[in-house]
């Protein structure tokens, strides 16, 4: 089990920067994939980055502007995000699995533990 906390959000002018972090529980952590997710009312929940061990993937849409990370001594994932743009406001979610292959990183049923989320609004 290992629970997650986001945290981060807020609102932010178009081309700024915020950093999302995701705490989590356990003494196992470092052997848990980290995904980030988004989500807009009335839509389905869309993947946005994550992190394995040795690997990293990126959605299309958020490539060469957002980098995720993982720092496993803290047991915290971050999601580094630049040059925000008015369609990334989203509330975003961290989820966590001991499951994730290259295959499947970027599918939220992959993943069975999720945040609560966090709200992230960029004004243009």
């Known amino acids: 089990q290992v629970q997650l906390v986001e945290s981060g959000g807020g609102l932010v002018q178009a081309g700024g920067s915020l950093r999302l972090s995701c705490a989590a529980s356990?003494?196992?952590?470092?052997?848990?994939?980290i995904g980030w997710f988004r989500q807009t009312p009335g839509k389905e929940r869309e993947f946005v980055a994550a992190i394995t061990w040795t690997n990293t993937k990126y959605a299309d849409s958020v490539k060469g502007r957002f980098t995720i990370s993982r720092d496993n001594a803290k047991n915290t994932a971050y999601l580094q995000m630049n040059s925000l743009k008015p369609e990334d406001t989203a509330e975003y979610y961290c989820a966590a699995s001991s499951l994730i292959t290259h295959q499947n990183m970027g599918v939220p049923g992959a993943y069975n533990f999720w945040g609560q989320g966090t709200q992230v609004t960029v004004s243009s």
């Open positions: 356990g003494r196992t952590f470092s052997s848990y994939s």
